[in-house]
C-alpha cells in the first residue's frame, strides 16, 4: 500500500493514503525526480514542506513540496500535491563563491550537499587536483556536477531514498520486456533519429592550437555530416567531453517506448532486452526514463530504453 508522509520542520504532521491520483517521472537527463498526488477530502496542509512516499515499508520517494493546490468542487475538496526529489534543493540554492586549490569528496559534501538536505553519499574518495573557481551564480548542483564529470568521470544522481550517487547512476539489474515470459507491456514503439547523432568532434586542446583532435563515430556510416567543436583548452572542460558529446548522440538516435502495466520505478539504468513478436529480439539497451501513473484508468508505467554506449576512439 502507498503511504504519503507530510512534514513540516522535518516532523510528520500527517500521513495520507487512498490518492486519487499518483504520478511519478525519473529521468537519467533531469536531475530531479518529480511527483504528482491528489487527494479527495483532505485537510488543509499548507504547511507541509516536505514528503516521503512509502510502497509498504519502502521508501520509493523523498522529496521537496513546490505546490499545494486546492480545487473546491459542490460538496469535496481536492488536493494536489507537487514535489521534487532533494536534487531540487542543490538546483534551487546558488553555492557561496569560493575558490579551492584541491576539492575532495568529502568537502564537496559538506559544503556543497550535506547542507541542503543530503544526509548520506555514495562514491569512494577522490580529490580534484588543481584549481577549481565558482563564482557567483553558480548553482550548489552544478559544483557537485563538475566535480562528479571530472573525478568520477559520470553526472550524480540523487536516489529516491534520498542519497546522492556521486560516481552516477547505478542499476546492477537486467530485464526482459516480453508479453509471454517478461515484463508485459501493452504497447511498443520504435524510433530511429539519424538527425540526433553527431558523427566526427574536432577539439582545441591548447589556447593556441587548432581544432586538430579528432574524436569519430564509430557508428557513423556513409556521407552525412553532422560535426560539433569543442574549446578543451579550457581547464573546466573535461578532456572526455568529445566522447561524452558522441555517446549522447547515439543514445538519443534510437530510442523505445513501452507501456508497461504496473509500478516499476525501480528499473531506472537498468540493462534491458526486448522480445517481440514483431520487431524482434532487441538487445544491448538500458532504461533511461520512467514515467508512473496511478489514476482511475488503472496502474501504468511509460518506459523509455536507450542503447547501450559503445566504445569511442580519439
Known amino acids: 500500500m502507498l503511504k504519503f508522509l507530510l512534514k513540516n520542520n522535518n516532523e510528520v504532521f500527517a500521513t495520507l493514503v487512498n490518492p486519487i491520483a499518483f ?8 536531475p530531479a525526480d518529480d511527483i504528482s498526488v491528489s487527494f479527495v477530502g483532505c485537510k ?4 507541509a514542506e516536505n514528503i516521503d512516499v512509502y510502497n509498504d515499508d519502502v521508501l520509493i520517494f523523498t522529496g521537496i513540496i513546490d505546490e499545494i493546490q486546492r480545487f473546491a468542487g459542490k460538496s469535496e475538496v481536492v488536493t494536489r500535491i507537487v514535489a521534487r526529489s532533494l536534487a531540487a534543493a542543490l538546483l534551487d540554492n546558488e553555492s557561496k563563491p569560493v575558490s579551492y586549490s584541491e576539492l575532495s569528496t568529502s568537502v564537496l559534501f559538506m559544503n556543497h550537499i550535506r547542507p541542503y538536505g543530503i544526509e548520506k553519499y555514495i562514491g569512494e574518495e577522490r580529490t580534484l587536483f588543481g584549481s577549481l573557481n565558482i563564482s557567483k551564480g553558480t548553482t550548489n548542483w552544478q559544483v557537485a556536477q563538475n566535480f562528479c564529470v571530472q573525478v568520477y568521470g559520470s553526472m550524480p544522481r540523487v536516489e529516491p531514498d534520498g542519497r546522492i550517487c556521486l560516481n552516477g547512476l547505478q542499476n546492477e539489474k537486467s530485464v526482459l520486456f516480453s508479453v509471454d515470459n517478461g515484463i508485459k507491456y501493452n504497447s511498443i ?3 530511429t533519429k539519424p538527425c540526433k547523432m553527431i558523427t566526427k568532434v574536432y577539439s582545441k586542446l591548447t589556447e593556441d592550437g587548432d581544432y586538430s583532435a579528432v574524436t ?5 556510416t556513409g556521407n552525412v555530416r553532422r560535426e560539433r567543436y569543442i574549446d578543451a583548452s579550457n581547464p573546466y572542460v573535461p578532456l572526455t567531453l568529445a566522447e561524452s558529446v558522441i555517446k549522447n548522440s547515439m543514445r538519443n538516435s534510437y530510442v523505445i517506448t513501452l507501456r508497461c502495466f504496473g509500478r516499476l520505478t525501480d528499473l531506472l539504468g537498468a540493462k534491458a532486452e526486448i522480445h517481440d513478436k514483431v520487431l524482434g529480439e532487441l538487445k544491448d539497451l538500458y532504461v533511461s526514463s520512467l514515467f508512473y501513473s496511478l489514476s482511475s484508468y488503472g496502474e501504468y508505467t511509460t518506459v523509455t530504453l536507450k542503447r547501450r554506449e559503445e566504445n569511442v576512439d580519439t
Open 216 to 220: 569519430e563515430n564509430p557508428s557513423a
Open 23 to 30: 504520478s511519478m517521472n525519473m529521468d537519467e537527463d533531469i
Open 44 to 47: 488543509d496542509v499548507s504547511n
Open 189 to 191: 514503439k520504435e524510433n
